[in-house]
């Protein structure tokens, strides 16, 4: 989406080819998509900007969000065929998920009932109250059977908000960060999105994705603006995560 009778630089004019490894685009299995006609719905507004490559990642929650590989894919299967009803052949689905650091998380890491991104790495999360007590236990784990651990927007955990020594420590424990694009706008609030360019500006940001749950979402990620210096730190970011998600 370009914005030709514009001087403002929006993000979003930054993001054709993207390769989006964090979204909620998958029907009715977790608080994003509901219904297939929203995910169908969803992919052609984010077609419009060029995005046309998804690493669906649907929540996996003890208590909330009871999925596995077979909701995960049997959704996926879903989406796919109404792509094709759809004649949207050029886009791109695979699916993943977004694991819960809970006190369930380590039982069905250790069982293998995971659902790692292209095989290597893996998506996680805490809670935004707090700080899940195993974390560290959890990414030791993880790092043992052989993955690599992306926390999901870290800029959103506001307990960590004041203390950078914990990003750093969780960065020496080989903790991937993966930035909400989303955050650098007005949508999670000022405090969210100071975190955010403050973990750009450090240089702690590995990879980015959109997150986007919704329609409401994706028009305010239309709205988010950029400076120079912004898409400047931002851009070979975009080309990491592009480089090691790409499906080719």
Do not use: W
């Not at 909701?71 to 695979?94: P, Q, V």
């Amino acid at each position: 989406m370009l914005h030709f009778f514009s001087s403002k630089n929006f993000l979003v004019d930054c993001l054709e080819g993207f390769v989006d490894i964090h979204n909620h685009i998958l029907p009715g299995i977790d608080d994003g998509a509901k219904t297939v006609e929203e995910s169908i719905s969803l992919i052609k507004e984010f077609a419009e900007l060029g995005i046309s490559s998804f690493i669906a990642t649907p929540h996996i929650m003890h208590n909330y969000y009871h999925n596995n590989r077979g909701t995960i894919n049997n959704s996926l299967m879903i989406l796919k065929d109404e792509l094709l009803k759809e004649n949207m052949k050029a886009i791109s689905l695979r699916a993943a998920a977004e694991h819960m650091i809970d006190d369930n998380f380590e039982s069905i890491l250790e069982s293998d009932d995971i659902m790692p991104i292209e095989g290597h790495h893996l998506l996680v999360e805490m809670s935004y109250l707090q700080a899940s007590i195993n974390f560290d236990q959890a990414i030791q784990k993880i790092k043992k059977q052989g993955y690599f651990p992306i926390l999901a927007h870290p800029e959103r955990y506001l307990y960590l908000h004041e203390n950078l020594l914990k990003h750093s420590e969780y960065k020496k424990q080989g903790v991937l960060y993966q930035l909400n694009l989303l955050s650098l706008g007005k949508y999670y609030g000022k405090e969210v999105k100071r975190m955010a360019f403050k973990l750009l500006e450090e240089g702690l940001i590995d990879f980015v994705g959109s997150d986007i749950h919704n329609i409401g979402q994706l028009n305010g990620l239309k709205e988010v603006q950029v400076n120079a210096k912004t898409k400047k730190i931002l851009q070979p970011i975009l080309e990491k995560t592009n480089l090691t998600f790409n499906d080719n």
